[in-house]
């Protein structure tokens, strides 16, 4: 068992709305020195077998296709829990 | 200048309708493999100075009030770029 992750965040060119909010809320709830906020998703994939790099290659093209809009987002694939062969 | 990642998946016992959607597209795109997918959000927050404890202690707060709704969802903090002092 193998968790692969998808993190899609909106490009620096873009407007987050959200982020904004977010930024926009911080000093009303009494937090203050955070300079920017972004928000974007975050996908865990869990896969059955051992993540080889056919593996992640799909993923990058799960990513392109269906997990991000890449006219408007970036996003980076990392493993999180590989499995560990004895 | 340094960045602060919050994670905010849903609980593994909270029902993820987005997650679901794209574990149903997977297939009919023609991607194999995947046994499972979770969809949750992804924070960065920019701080000007160093992250100190008390500054990740800040933004676990931040976390638990207004970045994720702590009955349905689980968080995670990490440094991910730690200002380097000569």
Redesign the interface.
């Known amino acids: 068992?193998a968790r692969v992750v998808v993190?899609?965040?909106p490009k620096p060119e873009i407007l987050d709305p959200q982020?904004k909010a977010?930024m926009g809320?911080?000093p009303r709830?009494g937090?203050a020195?955070?300079?920017?906020?972004?928000?974007?998703?975050?996908?865990?994939?869990?896969?059955?077998?051992e993540v080889t790099d056919a593996?992640l290659d799909?993923v990058r093209?799960?990513a392109e296709?269906?997990?991000s809009n890449p006219v408007i987002e970036n996003y980076t694939v990392t493993v999180e829990s590989a499995e560990v062969r004895a």
Do not use: W, Y
């Not at 920017?36 to 869990?46: A, S």
């Open positions: 068992m993190a899609v965040m982020g977010v809320a911080l709830l937090f020195g955070v300079s920017d906020v972004r928000q974007g998703k975050r996908f865990e994939l869990e896969f059955e077998g593996v799909e093209q799960m296709t269906l997990l």
